[in-house]
């Protein structure tokens, strides 16, 4: 015979007596309530917490939000399902029918039938105050709570979607997804200041590594994916890099996420920017196309002006101009550079910013890149005393740089010439 222990938690309810017997209720996030065709009384289930709390004589209003949309449910009940730990901040669990909304202001609401409080909050002591908007500075100090927020919960959907749209992107195109490895004993070709790896506690050992070799944060997936593309023809990856660069600038982080691409038997840049124009169309587009509020929140508080800008971009098909006619640009320009453009040396954030002005304020590719100043991996050119090579950078209005890249050198010899130097 089994004894079975029972760990039971304590949920406080508040309902109206008798329940009625109903079938079980279907879970919906708010965003899927939200947008429920049918309205006739579906009884559902609504998880999540509560915005707002708003009590009348015979009626109680809430508005629950669990994260999964913006905008919020309103929740209308008798004001016998009313209680005290129905505060701003509350966990709950609403159960009711789904109904169409007689406000103008939501499309649908739900009518309470039983409310289980999950978790109460003391509204006064809680940092999160209804209706306020709180500094990025005073929420960095309630990281726990900050994602409750309307601007962090807007960015992290945002994110999340820009992240499927990615994985979806490369799927549809048919490359294979590639998991490189986070700890590694290479440096990718110096692409960052690199943060070293040591066991803790007892299993440090003096003058002896881990691996036997040194171990570090890997700063780019490149070396592998360059292994795998000799067994598929098209891979990325797309996960954490580790930089240990001193900056505060948002353009210098010591974490942060990035994809990158590997494909075989391709002969020329403009099958490079084929692919990186439409990732960056498919990408965009998916996220105003599923997240339009929280876009919009952005647009408006976040980023102002951007929106129009980025319709423009979509719109427009990206220029294409050479590393040497960019520098002839910003020779001509009549704005004063803190460094003086020259041919040979790498552009700097301010003239990255003007080109892209220059152009119409439109994504433009920059190509074919002096030798000197890239990897000894990109393919030569051999265009005689220039000496460039079959590189591309993707200059963004607003942002700068987002995407680089290039053809591989695949002739042994001009490798060997060049490892030898």
Same mark, same amino acid.
């Given at each position: 015979?089994?004894?079975?222990?029972?760990?039971?938690?304590?949920?406080?309810?508040?309902?109206?007596?008798?329940?009625?017997?109903?079938?079980?209720?279907?879970?919906?996030?708010?965003?899927?309530?939200?947008? =429920? %065709?049918?309205?006739?009384?579906?009884?559902?289930?609504?998880?999540?917490?509560?915005?707002?709390?708003?009590?009348?004589?015979e009626?109680?209003?809430?508005?629950?939000?669990d994260?999964?949309?913006?905008?919020? #449910?309103?929740?209308?009940?008798?004001?016998?399902? $009313?209680?005290?730990?129905?505060?701003?901040?509350?966990?709950?669990?609403?159960?009711? %029918? #789904?109904?169409?909304?007689?406000?103008?202001?939501?499309?649908? !609401?739900?009518?309470?039938?039983?409310?289980? *409080?999950?978790?109460?909050?003391?509204?006064? =002591?809680?940092p999160?105050?209804?209706?306020?908007?709180?500094?990025?500075?005073?929420?960095?100090?309630?990281?726990?709570?900050r994602?409750? &927020?309307?601007?962090?919960?807007?960015?992290?959907? *945002?994110?999340?979607?820009?992240? =499927?749209?990615?994985?979806?992107? @490369?799927?549809?195109?048919?490359?294979?997804?590639?998991?490189?490895?986070?700890?590694?004993?290479?440096?990718s070709?110096?692409?960052? !200041?690199?943060?070293q790896?040591?066991?803790?506690?007892?299993?440090?050992?003096? !003058?002896?590594?881990?691996?036997?070799?040194?171990? +570090?944060?890997?700063?780019?997936?490149?070396?592998?994916?360059?292994?795998?593309?000799?067994?598929?023809?098209?891979?990325?990856?797309?996960?954490?890099? +580790?930089?240990?660069e001193?900056?505060?600038?948002?353009?210098?982080?010591?974490?942060?996420?990035?994809?990158?691409?590997?494909?075989?038997?391709?002969?020329?840049?403009?099958?490079?920017?084929?692919?990186?124009?439409e990732? @960056?169309?498919?990408?965009?587009?998916?996220?105003?196309?599923?997240c339009p509020?929280?876009?919009?929140?952005?647009?408006?508080?976040?980023?102002?002006?951007?929106? $129009?800008?980025?319709?423009?971009?979509?719109k427009?098909?990206?220029?294409?101009?050479?590393? &040497?006619? =960019?520098?002839?640009i910003?020779?001509?320009?009549?704005?004063?550079?803190?460094?003086?453009?020259?041919?040979?040396?790498? #552009?700097?954030?301010?003239?990255?910013?003007y #080109?892209?002005?220059?152009?119409?304020?439109?994504?433009?590719?920059?190509?074919?890149?002096?030798?000197?100043?890239?990897?000894?991996?990109?393919?030569?050119?051999? $265009?005689?005393? %220039?000496?460039?090579?079959?590189?591309?950078?993707?200059?963004?209005?607003?942002?700068?740089?987002?995407?680089?890249?290039?053809?591989?050198?695949?002739?042994?010899? +001009?490798?060997?010439?060049r490892?030898?130097?």
């Amino acid at each position: 015979m089994l004894g079975v222990r029972c760990l039971l938690r304590s949920v406080r309810f508040c309902s109206s007596a008798p329940f009625p017997r109903h079938k079980p209720s279907a879970r919906l996030s708010v965003r899927d309530a939200l947008g =429920a %065709q049918n309205t006739s009384g579906e009884r559902i289930k609504v998880q999540g917490w509560i915005r707002s709390v708003r009590s009348q004589k015979e009626v109680l209003f809430l508005h629950v939000n669990d994260g999964s949309s913006l905008e919020s #449910l309103q929740v209308v009940a008798d004001s016998s399902l $009313d209680s005290r730990e129905l505060t701003f901040g509350s966990s709950v669990e609403i159960q009711g %029918q #789904l109904i169409k909304s007689p406000s103008k202001r939501q499309n649908v !609401e739900l009518k309470a039938e039983i409310i289980k *409080i999950v978790g109460n909050c003391d509204a006064k =002591a809680f940092p999160i105050k209804y209706k306020e908007r709180h500094p990025l500075e005073y929420l960095r100090q309630y990281p726990h709570f900050r994602c409750r &927020t309307n601007v962090l919960g807007s960015i992290l959907r *945002i994110r999340s979607e820009a992240t =499927a749209a990615v994985h979806s992107f @490369f799927k549809d195109s048919g490359f294979v997804h590639i998991h490189t490895p986070i700890i590694t004993s290479n440096d990718s070709e110096g692409a960052g !200041e690199l943060f070293q790896l040591e066991p803790s506690g007892k299993l440090k050992v003096p !003058e002896e590594n881990f691996f036997n070799v040194p171990a +570090f944060l890997t700063v780019s997936g490149q070396l592998h994916l360059e292994v795998m593309s000799g067994a598929f023809t098209q891979v990325f990856t797309f996960g954490p890099t +580790f930089r240990a660069e001193n900056s505060q600038s948002r353009r210098h982080l010591a974490e942060f996420y990035m994809v990158e691409a590997e494909i075989s038997f391709v002969n020329s840049l403009q099958d490079l920017m084929q692919v990186i124009e439409e990732l @960056f169309k498919a990408t965009t587009m998916m996220v105003l196309s599923n997240c339009p509020e929280d876009v919009e929140l952005c647009h408006k508080f976040i980023a102002p002006g951007q929106k $129009d800008r980025l319709e423009h971009m979509l719109k427009n098909n990206f220029l294409i101009i050479s590393y &040497t006619e =960019a520098v002839e640009i910003l020779k001509q320009a009549s704005q004063n550079f803190t460094f003086t453009p020259k041919w040979g040396v790498n #552009l700097q954030t301010e003239h990255e910013k003007y #080109l892209v002005k220059h152009c119409g304020n439109i994504p433009v590719f920059i190509i074919n890149y002096p030798l000197a100043i890239k990897p000894f991996y990109m393919r030569d050119n051999e $265009d005689g005393p %220039q000496h460039t090579v079959a590189a591309v950078d993707l200059l963004v209005p607003g942002v700068g740089e987002l995407f680089g890249g290039g053809l591989r050198e695949e002739r042994y010899h +001009f490798l060997e010439e060049r490892l030898a130097r």
